[in-house]
């Protein structure tokens, strides 16, 4: 059974076959946004642990101080 396609905004579920022209293309574009934003979260965690691992590398290198 086909699934109805639907978007919610403001806690209130609509259609998205029954919006019109010009509210599809602004779904589409909010879409294509939060797939941006997804994949952007995906590599910032990615940078993070590549960072964390640099500087854990880095504090071994460095010379030992005395306290």
């Given amino acids: 059974m086909h699934e109805e396609e639907e978007v919610t905004v403001d ?4 259609r998205v076959s029954e919006l019109s022209a ?3 293309e602004q779904v589409t574009s909010l879409r ?6 997804t994949e ?3 590599k910032l965690a990615v940078f993070q ?3 964390n691992a640099y500087e ?4 071994e290198l460095l010379p030992r101080t005395h306290q």
């Fill in 56 to 59: 854990a590398a880095l504090r």
């Fill in 11 to 14: 806690g209130v579920s609509y």
């Fill in 40 to 42: 952007l979260h995906s």
């Fill in 49 to 51: 642990t590549a960072r």
């Fill in 22 to 24: 010009a509210a599809r």
């Fill in 32 to 37: 294509f946004v939060d797939a941006q934003m």
